[in-house]
């Protein structure tokens, strides 16, 4: 039977969250933060950063636990069953697959405003913030370049990606300290006598709208690639939250580097009237950087095409993880038998990348989509990790959280709020998607004869529940979230705090010990032979 191969290490697996989360969040959301918070946008960043943190946490123990290829969308199935594992699954695969278009569009964009005489041509390739039909041509040959990169081998995929994610580092660090010492302005910081100009809640829109729960979604990538990794239970929780705290650091000193260069001339009407085509880039011009200007516009491909080239491999294995829960037909299960890669999900990804490409077009619209994914397949995160500690508890666990039983039901609520955050009717349309591919997984329960349906349907109740009572309450919410304002603000922000914690007790409640967690746990106890075979040593677990 084909296997995917272990050969990735701890530094190649962090490298793999750094390369997918220096992307292009870094080079439109400080612009996109400021626009919307003002200068209070360096909080939203560390309250981006916390929630994050509290779901990465929860992934982490579960990566550890299943180091199998494309593990976020399976891990659900082994906690609650077949219907909620589909919601989540589903919802995860639409946000990271999404994520490879943004990538290409991003790199379009930047480039279509290039100042040098003999780029004129690019000056077309972009209109009123989406792609024109030249500029959607070469964003799909940039798919195109993404899809062949990862197309071979793994192998080959760590060393460009490693290589890669450093120069994504060293570029941004290089942005930080030109535009720090060229031309600080710290009166922007206060400008109009306000740190909060837009007022808080503009804060809080900017952590879900803005793009920094986008910036932060790389997470995901290293737990993902779990199944190639070489010792899963050390590798995992390093790359995880070692790539997070790194590209917090990354994203304030950006978001303080790019409040501080802007010329008070052009805060005369607010940071809300602000616009820029290449933010980075146009901040360079303005101060005469013209080495970092090249720098820029170089980085411009590189950085969104690193990231693209992640999720390339990752959504491979996302889709090989949902055929192996018999969602999708058997032919995405295949792996190559040399190279191991499972070369039709690639080919699977690379239609619906180009399809989401054709329908959105722009950086901004198609990044707010990927954030409101993102937090629903987050969603099902903590409630599965604290399950499984009842429903599995005799499972290897290589890593186990200290203080979980706070910090997931803190990362359901901040999953929750940030959702809420994200405005109506953003939210509702994203909602309405993520319900779309529900006649999928219908079609294949139809298939088994809707085998164990009812009992897999009860244990998912709460997560489609959950979801119609966010939607009411986004559309009933304060004006300041784009409600009604039926709920005024601040109650609104309670209800959801208080709606959260009892879905959460109730998707805790909901969980069993399922067929596939009895099939996952030879999986897990196959990782744990073999770590002792490394170690020489008895299993022993390890609490962080």
Known sequence: MNKLQRRMGTFALTMVGMGSIIGSGWLFGAWRAAQIAGPAAIFSWIIGMIVILFIALSYSELGSMFPEAGG?????QYSHGSFIGFLAGWANWIAIVSVIPVEAIASVQYMSSLPWKWAQWTHGLVLNGSLTGKGLGIASLLLIIYFFINFWTVSFFSKANSFITIFKIIIPGLTIGALLFAGFHSGNFTYHHSVAPNGWASVFTAVATSGIIFAFNGFQSPINMAGEVKNPSRSIPIAVIGSVLIATVIYVLLQVAFIGSVDPSLLVHGWHQLNFNSPFADLAIALNLNWLVIILYSDAFISPSGT??????TTSRMIYGMQKNEYLPKVFGKLHPIYGIPRPAMFLNLAVSLLFLFIFRGWGTLAEVISVATLISYITGPVTVMTLRRTGKLLYRPLRLKGLSIIAPCGFVFASLTL???????????L?????GLPIYFYYQAKVKWKGFRKNFRAGLW???YLLCMMLVSYLGSEKFGGKNIIPYGWDMLIISGLSLVFYVWGLKSGFETEYLQEACKVNEEMRVREEEITSEPYKETAV
Do not use: C, D, H, N
């Open 72 to 76: 976020m969308v399976k891990y659900t």
């Open 308 to 313: 693209a080239i992640t999720y390339t491999a």
């Open 420 to 430: 809420y955050w994200a405005r109506w009717p953003l939210t509702g349309e994203v």
């Open 432 to 436: 309405f998607i993520i319900m779309g």
């Open 463 to 465: 997560m489609v529940i």
